[in-house]
């Protein structure tokens, strides 16, 4: 064999593979471009779905800015109902087997009206009892630090804890407790 005829055995698939991906890369950032839109529209209208799970008096939602502090404490997005009905707080906290994601809506009185469990990976049967209506109404009405507490609640801000579930408990307590101080510091700066 000659040594144009090696070189050309040698590069041939090299060309080939750098091709290869030159256009992979090219479809894919064509669709990219045609489907984040979508995407971003389709993410948009899930959250609005939520805000009005836990402010259904609320329409009209806007971002504002997370006051200072927030994001340390887990909270990653405020909105502000535009009629005034009060405001939705996202926040995201450890949980047993990872992260916790729930809104919280807070109306005008300061008071918790809805919780939503937006995603989780809790343990089944246990922690995941989280997203049930009946953990999740004990917020509701709920203004102030809350206490997490196990063997009945005792006072207005006390929250139950679910059994064998203390972990995945004590983080909404956490979660909703930074969603009010959240809310504390946004309608002092509106």
């Known amino acids: 064999m000659n040594e144009t005829n090696k070189q050309s055995s040698i590069f041939a698939p090299i060309a080939a593979l ?17 489907t984040a839109p979508v995407i971003a529209e389709q993410s948009g209208n899930k959250a609005n779905a939520a805000r009005l799970l836990v402010l259904p008096e609320g329409d009209d939602f806007s971002l504002i800015d997370l006051p200072e502090g ?19 707080v996202t ?22 009206s809805g919780v939503e469990v937006l995603e989780h990976t809790e343990t089944q049967g246990l922690g995941e009892r ?5 953990f999740r109404q004990q917020f509701t009405g709920k203004s102030g630090v809350l206490n997490l507490v196990k063997g009945g609640a005792n006072t207005e801000q006390d929250i139950e804890a679910l059994a064998g579930a203390t972990v995945s408990s004590t983080a909404m307590t956490n979660a909703a407790n930074a969603a009010l101080a959240a809310y504390e510091q946004s309608k002092e700066v509106s």
Not at 70 to 88: L, P, Q
Not at 91 to 112: E, L, Q
Not at 130 to 134: A, D, G, Q, R, S
């Open 18 to 34: 750098g091709l290869t991906c030159l256009i992979v890369t090219a479809l894919l950032a064509v669709t990219n471009f045609f």
């Open 130 to 134: 989280i997203v049930t209506p009946e």
């Open 70 to 88: 927030a994001a340390e404490s887990g909270v990653t997005e405020i909105a502000r109902a535009g009629n005034g009905a009060g405001y939705t």
């Open 91 to 112: 926040v995201v906290t450890p949980g047993y087997h990872g992260d916790i994601t729930a809104m919280f809506g807070i109306g005008p009185d300061g008071k918790i």
